[in-house]
């Protein structure tokens, strides 16, 4: 069993800052790509940025230069540093990853979420 947890979201104001953790945990061999998705209501579920294992991250047009995403292998966690947040920005995040397990599976395990709100 391999459980994701996300932390940091919460409300901002419109230029504000946030940083999200998500942490995974279990039956865990190896993380490889880890990322960061959000749904905004009314609207499908995007990605917002991918890492892949010890690479650099990849970003939606929508962030570029404002989100930073960064991993940690050791603590099997990926963060997501958002900066000059903006209204359009306000959606559930959700963490997910791919994750190989001590028993040879394979498996995408998405965390419960955590909502962003950029208001003032």
């Known amino acids: 069993q391999v459980q994701l947890v996300e932390f940091g979201g919460g409300l901002v104001q419109p230029g504000g800052s946030l940083r999200l953790s998500c942490a995974a945990s279990g039956n865990i061999f190896r993380i490889n790509a880890m990322g960061w998705y959000r749904q905004a209501p009314g609207k499908e579920r995007e990605l917002v940025a991918l890492i892949a294992t010890g690479g650099s991250g990849t970003y939606a047009d929508s962030v570029k230069g404002r989100f930073t995403i960064s991993r940690d292998n050791d603590k099997n966690t990926v963060s997501l540093q958002m900066n000059n947040l903006k209204p359009e920005d306000t959606a559930v995040y959700y963490c997910?990853?791919?994750?190989?397990?001590?028993?040879?599976?394979?498996?995408?395990?998405w965390g419960q979420g955590t909502l962003v709100t950029v208001s003032s």
């Open positions: 997910k990853a791919a994750i190989y397990s001590w028993t040879g599976v394979n498996q995408e395990v």
